[in-house]
Structures are given as structure tokens and as C-alpha cells.
């Protein structure tokens, strides 16, 4: 039972360095969702995607770009990363965008030199 | 702004009752409660949600006040593996599923 599946676990860049972070659900859900977690807080909606084909700005979009490849991918690109980047990733996925609980992938942890 | 408000902390006994408690003094008519919670490095796990009637799965219950401006997550029988960061949010079916996460409540299970 994969569920939400992110690549890389971990990376490392430098300052103006491009990335791109996957994520794939298995579940068949129509909206997928990225957020941030920095240390000792909460997590802050970046991107999200209420259905295959539709992308819409969260709480903290600004450095991001998403793209939702098909139902089952959304993938969140740092065109060119800053240290206030450094973070954990997470992606979650809801058979749809309403009140049905969301299933997050374990993270990407990425640091910004 | 989240709109709930929890402890910052809370210390239970292994095999003891977790009586988390949330207040949503502000919840209007449409709006769920839900909670979930993130063991140390992983990601949020679902844990339980409900509307108004109190509400009971595998993992925990939910109790919710009449007057629904409160809520508490029970775990019955509480173990190790149950430290974790508690969330407690609220959100309506018109908001696309944008969880607002606040601090939560640091759960922390003692044997």
C-alpha cells in the first residue's frame, strides 16, 4: 500500500539552484496538495490542486511553481532556491477537495546553502 | 489565522486515557472538526473528524460539545507509539480541503 510516494527523501542545493520535488498518489484522488513545515511550526499550504488539470495558490506560493502531470503526479518546482526554502516537503492527496481527510507522504527534506 | 486553539503540551500514562482538548469557539454551522496527528519526522496522519454528533473509530474518539465552540480527542488506551503532535483544525466543504494547521498540542505518552 504505497499511498502518496515523494522523491528525493533529502537534497541538498545551492542558492539559485533549480528542483523539482515528485509526488504520486495510487489512490485515484482528484486533489493533491503541497505543503511546507518549518521548525516548531505547523504546516503552511503552498500549492494545491482540486482536480487533474486545475492548480491553485495556498498560503505561501511565492519561489514555487506546481504542475499536475496527470491524476496521479503533482510536482512542485524552487526555480531557483533560496536559503528561506529550506524546509520539509510534504504532499498530500483527498479523493476530493472538500471535507474527505487527506493522506500525506512522509516528506522531502530540503536544505539551501 | 487558525482557528482553534490548543494546549501546548500534555503528558499521559502508557495505558491511560489521552484526553486532548480543542476549542473552536468561532466554528460556524458548515464547518468539521478535524483531528490529525505527526509522529516525530513523518508526515500528518488522519486520525478522526465530525460535524456535531460525537464520533468513535478504530483509533479514537471524538466528543463534541453541544454548542460545538469545543471538542476533545480521546485514545482510549494510550501507548508509546501515541507521542506525537496533536492538530485539531476546522474547515467547511467550500474551501477546497485547505487544512490550516495552528501549533497543536505536543503528546507526550510516559511509561
Known amino acids: 500500500n504505497a499511498g502518496v510516494t515523494q522523491t528525493p527523501k533529502f537534497q541538498v542545493l545551492k542558492t539559485g539552484q533549480s528542483m523539482t520535488l515528485q509526488c504520486a498518489q495510487d489512490?485515484?484522488?482528484?486533489?493533491m496538495y503541497w505543503y511546507r513545515q518549518d521548525p516548531g511550526m505547523g504546516l503552511r499550504l503552498i500549492y494545491y490542486s482540486a482536480s487533474e488539470g486545475t492548480t491553485d495558490k495556498g498560503e505561501v506560493p511565492n519561489g514555487y511553481n506546481v504542475s499536475r502531470l496527470n491524476k496521479r503526479e503533482f510536482s512542485l518546482r524552487l526555480e531557483s532556491a533560496a536559503p528561506s526554502q529550506t524546509s520539509v516537503y510534504f504532499c498530500?492527496?483527498?479523493?476530493?477537495?472538500?471535507?474527505?481527510?487527506?493522506?500525506f507522504g512522509d516528506g522531502t527534506r530540503l536544505s539551501i546553502l | 489565522d487558525a482557528k482553534t486553539t490548543q494546549p501546548t503540551s500534555m503528558d499521559c500514562a502508557e495505558g491511560r486515557a489521552a484526553n486532548l482538548p480543542c476549542n473552536h469557539s468561532t466554528i460556524s454551522g458548515n464547518e468539521y472538526v478535524y483531528w490529525y496527528r505527526q509522529i516525530h519526522s513523518q508526515g500528518p496522519q488522519y486520525i478522526i473528524h465530525?460535524?456535531?454528533n460525537n464520533e468513535t473509530n478504530e483509533m479514537a474518539s471524538l466528543i463534541i460539545t453541544e454548542d460545538r465552540k469545543s471538542s476533545t480527542l480521546i485514545l482510549p488506551h494510550a501507548t508509546l507509539r501515541d507521542t506525537a503532535v496533536y492538530y485539531c483544525i476546522v474547515i467547511s466543504g467550500n474551501q477546497g480541503g485547505k487544512l490550516i494547521f495552528g501549533q497543536g498540542t505536543e503528546l507526550s505518552v510516559k511509561p
Open positions: 498530500a492527496s483527498s479523493e476530493r477537495g472538500d471535507i474527505k481527510p487527506q493522506h
Open positions: 465530525g460535524l456535531k
Open positions: 489512490m485515484n484522488h482528484n486533489s
